[in-house]
């Protein structure tokens, strides 16, 4: 028996306070051992889009095996009427191997990347954090500002936003307002996000850098989940070389795919050792932020950890709510 | 909206003779570069069982885009009552990304396991063959013998076996008679299986060489679909060296996982240059069979290619067939 999970069955089932939770519990496990997350398998050319297969597995009391497989189709938009993002996630019984669940993927890859941003948060950002920035309000930017204000226990009471597309952004306040009763400041200026807010989050599909660095006030914390390959990245070396902390959502991760720090590291700026994995702050065995003026960063790049500890809750939910539908095949 | 199919939809759909068309236009499409076979992952530890994830992408007029999700957990028999290999497929359409299909993979695991021993047989089998011998009855047993008996065009007269599990060798005597109105004849010695026969199929766990290649006759032809270890093989180095031809289902899987070619290029006994993919002998590149008392071995370790050429063949079947059920999440 199988049991199939829609978008809307996802929604209704999953939170933010609950996903930061199990994000957390997943780069714990990580720092612990007991995680496997191999190199995802991506595939293309001939094909006109981009496929990734993301398997991993999560001991400990967690005991979760899933697969996303996410799709990445530029076109569809226009050509298809469909979502350039599409994702599937099959979760596995770690005890017989068998796909017990299969849920629609997409919005579990905006929350559990909004609830890694809120991880770096809760572990990097100023204790009385209240303000942030974001740049871009696009299909990532809802979760991470969510994100933020539940790792913030809700403290979070402005929002300033910078996107290119006005009707974008517009939508993007109305939206958080009335969902989270914060204050959001659409401003014409990407430098704007750094003039009086806390923390700062790049979520854009960028390859160079977003800002200068040395316009970066103290005790910034700043969090980016855009640039995903060697060459890109959203951060320039200026920031990541007046960073106080350079935290990776999973070191090796960011090591292989992350321009951000590759980038500095390959400049001679920084070195591999001076990236810390988040697991290991959260598991105690490196410090987090020592001052108020420590300017701190996170990088993460999707990892399958996230994915399949985010799965797994769900999956969990729907059978203590009866949610969804069981189908044998 | 996504296909779901059952194994008994599957059955009803996928027949040997279809299959052995698609598993070689698999191996066509791989010689000409329209393929894309990543290197499975392998997830085990601290899973009681093993997991494989195979996605694979096949160009050309197939257009099949493709991933399955295969599980091995030894203990499920007598701890869960289920199956050892569990396994569903989930095919894409290419043009969208979307997840088009899901279907149980165990029959078609098997089914193309015994087409790709068939398109063996077809291309490097004696034409007038008309006996096989083969090792273990188990679970992939059957589907072999009814891949070379298509690939003989159903000139296939007798088979013999050989299992150290009587009822097993029993019910695959039984089941193969009456589907195949051949003669099966149970042996109990291996070696037996090399006197009076064309064609020989290993397909056991054994993890060391079955037999001593002095023994075989000339003119045989040899497929080996057991080990899949670097370390493990069904054949000896001197049936490896008596051959005339040694291929592969995928040259490069072979040699990364198949000890029966690693091992004997490891001794110095032959070269990586002397393994020859089927696809090259399909499209040309290579030549096949040049006598009647060549010895020939064809080697296969499961690439998922093979999946998602049956697996597309079965989804398209099902729709013009209106098979299955379809379910929107």
């Not at 496997?36 to 398997?55: C, E, H, K, N, Y």
């Not at 572990?123 to 539940?150: C, D, E, P």
């Not at 700026?269 to 932020?289: F, L, M, P, V, Y």
């Not at 949610?323 to 044998?328: A, K, L, N, S």
Request: charge should be negative; glycine fraction near 8%; charged fraction near 25%.
């Amino acid at each position: 028996m199988v049991r199939l999970l829609s978008k809307q069955d996802v929604n209704e089932l999953l939170n933010m306070a609950d996903a930061l939770e199990y994000v957390e519990e997943a780069y714990k496990q990580l720092s612990l051992g007991n995680a496997i997350v191999p190199q995802r398998i991506a595939i293309s050319d001939p094909a006109p889009g981009l496929t990734l297969i993301m398997p991993g597995l999560i001991g400990g009391k967690m005991s979760a095996l899933a697969t996303k497989i996410v799709s990445v189709y530029k076109e569809n938009p226009t050509k298809h009427n469909m979502p350039t993002v599409l994702a599937k996630i099959m979760v596995q019984d770690m005890e017989t191997g068998d796909i017990i669940g299969i849920m629609d993927g997409s919005l579990i890859t905006a929350m559990r990347t909004g609830a890694a941003t809120g991880v770096g948060v809760k572990y990097l950002a100023r204790k009385n954090s209240k303000t942030m920035g974001i740049y871009s309000a696009g299909v990532q930017a809802k979760k991470q500002v969510v994100g933020v204000y539940w790792a913030l226990n809700q403290k979070l009471e402005k929002c300033k936003v910078y996107d290119l597309n006005k009707s974008v952004a517009e939508s993007f306040k109305e939206e958080l307002e009335k969902e989270l009763g914060i204050n959001v400041e659409i401003t014409d200026s990407g430098d704007n996000l750094l003039v009086d807010t806390d923390i700062l989050v790049a979520a854009t599909t960028s390859t160079t850098p977003l800002f200068s660095g040395d316009k970066i006030p103290e005790g910034m914390h700043i969090s980016s989940i855009g640039a995903h390959a060697a060459t890109a990245r959203e951060l320039d070396s200026t920031t990541i070389k007046r960073a106080a902390l350079r935290v990776a959502g999973l070191k090796e991760a960011c090591l292989a795919e992350a321009g951000d720090y590759i980038i500095p590291i390959d400049e001679g700026i920084i070195s591999e050792n001076d990236i810390i994995s988040i697991g290991d702050i959260i598991t105690g065995k490196k410090h987090g932020r020592e001052s108020e003026n420590d300017i701190t960063v996170f990088k993460s790049v999707g990892i399958s950890a996230q994915d399949v500890a985010v799965a797994k809750l769900v999956y969990d939910r729907a059978l203590t709510n009866n949610i969804g539908q069981d189908v044998d095949f």
